[in-house]
């Protein structure tokens, strides 16, 4: 179980390098950008807050579903600035932009237009990053590779 939760994947260092500049530039972009926002108007918010057209979510009330939301895109992606449970604070992450892009947004278009700026290119932006921490995890500049460190090296 250790390992499920710290692996922190490849330890190579330009990989290192360029995971934790995905890591940190995505984190902290959904904290802030997104987050952070959030949790500062929650109170005018948390009542109209639209919740997923899935079985299991449809029966969540709709304050429940933003602080779903609100635990990924503030804990969640805080997580995953610091490299500390990354894969599954990723996988998290990357299931709410999927219900943010396919239930939420579901008739919106692709790319923002003029006409109708709201659209799925942006929760889908933030998948991409997840997925990619999903499949390589961190990499060794996290707190993950200092929580799990592996007797072997990998050598890949």
Known sequence: MKRFFFDCGTRDATASLGLFVLRVGAGLM???GHGL????????????WPTANIWPLTH?????????????EVGAAGLIVLGLMTRPAAFYLGFVMVVAA??????APWFPTQAVPM????ALMYLLPAVVLILSGPGAWSFDAVIYREGKRRRW
């Open 60 to 72: 969540l009330p709709s304050e429940v579903s933003f602080i779903c939301t609100l635990v990924a």
């Open 102 to 107: 396919f239930q939420v947004m579901g008739a």
């Open 119 to 122: 659209a799925k290119e942006g």
């Open 37 to 48: 926002p959030k949790l500062q108007d929650y109170a005018s918010m948390k009542n109209g």
């Open 30 to 32: 959904m904290l802030l």
